[in-house]
């Protein structure tokens, strides 16, 4: 009888393998459903009730990429442990996927990722676009390496885009007056040529544009002539800023006062540049300037240094960094600012003691008394223009390899700024009292963590209201309460510049879509296929030209204008 049942019992154990190698079990599908309604509920959103925090799309599709891939293995430790499949069927699957990763791995790389953590892949074998454009090497060299001829002195006109974000800095303009009718009447595009790597934008003085790019392992201040796009001259330094998250080249936007152009590189360099020539006048390393080790500071500031240059009375003042692995005993490993004399490039002060960010220097009037304001790795803070003491400081959560900060302190008056940023911090509004002795005294006056999670973007005030992609997705807040008026439009992470009572708005596909600024709703005026592929990189508006570009590609074109309104300058279409 034990005989008989030991014989039994394998045939029937084999009877259920085999059965079971047909259909997964129930337990399995049951794993793989619950990991379906999980995503379903990631995708919706669905998730934030449950963590009680925010969640940007990013982290869905990180979130949802790790549900998926946990789906998948289940179904696979099934078929290899516990199904009725032949042992070299088995086998034949597992060679399968280790050839499939190891020839993907081999064959294709990530060539840049988009604000939302989605990959796009090329074959390793063709070089990254800035690598195929010819090198532009030396200061006021041209294409064709030979030396430039003076373009006559640089003049500012009324209707100059000088710098990032604009005039003021404030990421809006009130002139010239848009035509809203696209359809009426269609942008008409100037010009449309190659450029090379980075995220940085382009700055005016007449009819002079500047940028920073990027061409192969060469890093570039490059001027081209607005009307035509075609290059004037260019300065280059041997330096290359590259990662997967944050793409290749550099990030800032130069800045032109009195037609000399300051330019800050993703690795450091800061160049003082004669428009008029291309001559550099005097150019630092700020990492080497700072005794900053560059293998550390890379580490720390993970995507590069992309803060503008500042430009107050006779200093240029730009983000210092660290850690410092050449100073005193008394001087602190972190700086946050640095200023050089703008006549000779000397150091003049140094300010502050953390690490950076990737936000600009601004300066703030504060009742009649003039404030660089600074947002660093964990605070934003005030400091002296004078000599670089610090006035106040008021907590900011960020780290700059992980959870950064990259938008603009808002001036919003009577002493008072708006702050806002991704990754689950939203916005908030603080009030100075610049009645108090040194330091100052700070406080929140609201603070709304699901609003304005700007990433990468900044946002633009209007009439009591500000409007900024919050998540890739146009919002308008109003900035007395923080409470949310309209949210809609899917733009990615894209930039923004007011107009008027317009928004330009550069979603990260290329396209340029005119909305308007009004709290009443989402009212989309009209749309520009402007450039292609992922733009970061902020607009630029001179007189009625508008400037784009991306990582590839630089534009320009002619807006429409509103007849009556007064001149628009240089390359106006108005009668």
Known sequence: ??????????????????????????????????????????????????????????????????????????????????????????????????????????????????????????????PSPDRLLPPQRGAAATPDGETAVSLGPW???????????????????????????????????????????????????????????????????????????EPEWAVSVLARHETVMGGVGPRSTPTIRDGVVYAHGGT?????????????????????????????????????????????????????????????????????????DRANGQRRWIAGDEQISYATPTLVDFGGRGVIVSINEGHVAGYDPADGHEIWEHPWPGHSNSDASCSQAVPIGDGRLFLSKGYGIGAALIAIDTRDVEPWTLRDVWRNAGVLKTKFTNVALHEGHVYGLSDGILECVRVSDGVRQWKGGRYGQGQVLRVGGLLLVQAESGEVVLVEASPGKHSVRGRLAA?????????????????????????????????????????????
């Open 1 to 126: 009888m034990m005989r008989k049942k030991s014989v039994i019992r394998p045939a029937a154990s084999a009877a259920v393998e085999l059965n079971r190698s047909l259909r997964p079990p129930r337990r399995v599908w049951i794993t793989i459903a619950s990991l379906a309604v999980a995503i379903i509920m990631v995708r919706a959103g669905w998730l934030e009730p449950i963590v009680g925090g925010i969640v940007d799309q990013a982290v869905r599709n990180i979130i949802t990429l790790m549900l998926c891939c946990s789906g998948l293995i289940t179904f696979l430790l099934w078929f290899l442990r516990e199904s009725g499949h032949t042992v070299v069927a088995k086998r034949c699957v597992i060679a399968g996927i280790v050839a499939t990763v190891a020839i993907a791995a081999g064959a294709v790389r990530i060539e840049r990722v988009s604000g939302d953590l989605v990959p796009e892949f090329a074959f390793r074998w063709n």
């Open 155 to 229: 003049r500012q006109t009324p209707t100059d885009f000088p710098g990032f974000l604009g005039p003021t800095g404030s990421c809006g303009i009130d002139e010239p007056v848009l035509d809203p009718d696209w359809q009426a009447r269609l942008p008409r595009r100037l010009w449309k040529r190659p450029i090379g790597a980075g995220w940085s934008g382009f700055a005016t003085c007449g009819e002079h544009a500047v940028t920073l790019e990027q061409r192969g392992d060469d890093e570039v201040v490059s001027c081209h002539a607005v009307a035509t796009g």
């Open 268 to 340: 450091g360099w800061l160049h003082a540049i004669d428009g008029t020539t291309g001559a550099v006048l005097w150019k630092k390393n700020v990492l080497d300037e700072m005794g900053i080790d560059p293998v550390a500071h890379a580490a720390a500031v993970a995507w590069g240094r992309a803060a503008s240059p500042l430009v107050v009375d006779d200093l240029v003042i730009v983000p210092a960094g660290g850690p410092r692995s050449r100073r005193s005993a008394q001087e602190p490993e972190f700086v946050s600012l640095i200023a050089f």
């Open 531 to 575: 450039i292609e592929g992922q733009t970061w990189n902020n607009l630029c508006l001179s007189g009625n030209r508008l400037l784009v570009r991306n990582a590839e590609e630089a534009s320009c074109y002619e807006l429409p204008v509103v007849i009556g309104a007064g001149a628009v300058g240089p390359g106006g279409n108005q009668p």
